[in-house]
């Protein structure tokens, strides 16, 4: 689906649970990114990776982890800390020469 | 950090005529600046990118413009058409070691018949 892959598509938690949110990608992309979008607010970048084991805090990463152990894989982590955790979730990578980014088809998240 | 504003929220236009978006941002050193389309319930889509030695960029009914000087860049659509109906996206890049794409908040661009 673009060469980037989000699963699953639909995700409901529970209050106090922790979801992990699945990318992948077969671009060879270096860079890998995760953005929350809520209605009116845009893109806001929750964290990002610019090389396989290392990753930094975007505006928004309270309440949520991640890990980069290999170059096709993003996984995000929405643990119980995070509030306010409905919303629709997008995945993103990059290759650093041309800086225009993918994304993928989004999770959209709902607490139930 | 950076900081991109982005103007007009909502934005209706009549099919045929030309839909203007503008953004500002903060960080003078920001060199790249992509315009993306988010139809409903999709991905975003890169539509057009400019890069900051170029003052504009022109692809069929689609226009991007920056001014360095001013900090400022603009989509311009001409002849709309229903399918343009979507939310537009601007974004501002920086080089560096924290290099990443910093949105705006996004437009509704809604064309009517």
């Known amino acids: 689906d673009g060469g980037i892959t989000q699963s699953p598509k639909y995700l409901f938690r529970k209050e106090g649970q922790n979801v992990t949110l699945s990318c992948e990608q077969n671009?060879?992309?270096?860079?890998m990114y995760w953005y929350r979008q809520d209605p009116g607010q845009g893109l806001r970048l929750i964290y990002y990776?610019?090389?396989?084991?290392?990753?930094q805090k975007g505006d928004i990463a309270e309440g949520y982890s991640v890990s980069r152990e290999k170059k096709e894989s993003f996984p995000l982590t929405v643990t119980s800390a995070q509030k306010n955790p409905t919303a629709f979730y997008l995945c993103?990578?990059?290759?650093?020469?041309?800086?225009?980014?993918?994304f993928g088809s989004g999770t959209r998240l709902t607490v139930v | 950090g950076e900081n991109v504003e982005q103007h007009p929220s909502t934005l209706s236009v009549q099919e045929g005529d030309s839909a203007v978006i503008k953004c500002t941002y903060s960080d003078s050193a920001s060199n790249y600046f992509p315009w993306y389309k988010q139809e409903l319930g999709k991905r975003p889509q890169l539509i057009i990118d400019?890069?900051?030695?170029?003052g504009e960029k022109k692809d069929q009914r689609i226009a991007v413009t920056l001014n360095k000087t001013a900090k400022h860049f603009s989509l311009h659509i001409t002849e709309t058409q229903p399918e343009d109906s979507a939310v537009y996206f601007c974004?501002?890049?920086?080089?560096?070691?924290?290099?990443?794409?910093?949105f705006g908040t996004g437009t509704r661009l809604q064309v009517t018949l």
């Open positions: 990776s610019q090389i396989v084991n290392d990753f």
């Open positions: 974004a501002a890049y920086r080089t560096g070691t924290a290099s990443k794409l910093t």
């Open positions: 400019i890069r900051s030695n170029v």
């Open positions: 671009l060879n992309h270096d860079a």
């Open positions: 993103a990578s990059s290759q650093g020469t041309t800086r225009s980014y993918t």
